[in-house]
Structure formats: C-alpha cells, structure tokens
C-alpha cells in the first residue's frame, strides 16, 4: 500500500534529517480504518469568475470535483495524501497544484504527538517537523448528520510559527474514537469527518 510505502521510505531515505530535528519516524503501521475526503471553499459560493479568470476557475472548479484524499488509520498513527496525478503540460493545472499544495502530505503519530508534512516544491519532495497548535472546544448537545453518522461539533484555533492564529470548525465521530483527521487537523475525540479552516473544507465523503 502507498501507506506502507511512504513510512518505509521515511525510515530509509530521510532518518538521519529527521532524527537531526528531533523528530522520529513512524514505524511502519498497516491501515485500520480507510476514509476518503473532498477539498472545497465553502467561502467561494456562486460568486461569479473576476474578468478574465473563467478558464482558471473553470479548471480549478473540474480538478476539485476530481481530486479526492485518503486517510489511512493506523491504531496510533495516521497517513494523509492523495493520489491525484497532476498534469504538468497543463499550465493552469501546473498553477493549482501549488494553490492547493494537493501534493502535501500529513503523518502524525498520536503517541509522540509528532506531525510531519511533506512538502512538494517545484518537483522537489521535502519532510518537515510541523509544529502547527490546534486547540479544541466541544460544544454539547450540537450534532448533525454526515453520511448517515452523528457528528459532534468542535471549534478551535490553528496556530502556525510565523503565522496569526485562525479559527476551526469541525465535526468528528464517536464511532470511532481515534484523534486524527484530514491534513494537519488531529486531537479530537474521534475521527475528523468534516473540518473548515482558513476557507478550506476537507468533508469525509467515505469510510471503510
């Protein structure tokens, strides 16, 4: 599996980077649980394209109803990524494959609460420590349906070095009490099913 692949890889290729940011690299763990995710910008609604950026909006608009990501579900370690194959004769598509860094990776171990990201720039792959803070308020008694399972809503705030804190909306679970979740969204008392930060939306849209 593409999972195992990567956290095999991690091992073998970037250890000694990695242990040199006082990071340690998730051992190969095999997926429990499987979830796939959809990106959106809620923010964006049906406002029309500005003047001259209908192509651009109109690709951006295709690639996100083909673009989808997995959650591989470790018992305490997860993997987030996707598998979409960008295509670099495109130049528009070139562009959105920054604009939504769908490239980006996210491992995190709930154990030595570790997050690491892989980063992709200009063809270059990249593992970096992520310190990026979540805290997490669950309000009772607020719940609502997501693909036929009660989800339990939770703010928060994202606070990233160098960067203002931004407020979190999210959904999680109780059916399965793991703290991960799509991207770099963890620490919930179960699975993250839907999530809106910084006018991105990751939304679950199938578990097995």
């Known amino acids: 599996m593409k999972y195992s692949l990567l956290l095999s890889l991690l091992l073998t290729c970037v250890y000694a980077p ?10 190969n763990e095999p997926a429990q ?43 305490t370690q997860s993997a987030f990524f996707s598998e979409y194959v960008f295509d670099e004769t495109d130049q528009i598509e070139n562009v959105l494959r920054g604009v939504l ?6 491992y995190f171990d709930a154990v030595q609460q570790a997050l690491l990201k892989k ?7 990249q593992f970096l420590r992520d310190d990026t803070e979540l805290t997490w308020t669950i309000h ?20 990233s070095p160098g960067w203002e804190p931004t ?16 991207a770099d969204f963890h620490g ?7 999530v809106q930060g910084a006018g991105t939306m990751y939304k679950a849209t199938h578990i097995k």
């Open 140 to 159: 009772p008694g607020k719940e609502k349906d997501i693909n036929g399972l009660t989800c339990y809503y939770a703010t928060g705030e994202r606070k």
């Open 119 to 125: 980063v992709v720039t200009l063809g270059t792959e």
């Open 33 to 75: 649980l499987e979830v796939t995710y959809r990106m959106s910008f809620p923010d964006k609604g049906n406002k029309p394209a500005p003047p001259g950026s209908e192509a651009f909006v109109q690709k951006m608009d295709q690639l996100l109803a083909d673009l989808t990501f997995t959650l591989h579900v470790g018992r």
């Open 188 to 194: 919930l008392p179960g699975l993250i099913m839907q």
């Open 18 to 27: 990695i242990c040199a940011q006082n990071v340690i690299p998730m051992k």
């Open 101 to 106: 860094q769908a490239e980006n990776e996210y």
């Open 167 to 182: 407020p979190i909306d999210a959904w999680f679970i109780k059916d399965y009490p793991v703290p991960f979740g799509p």
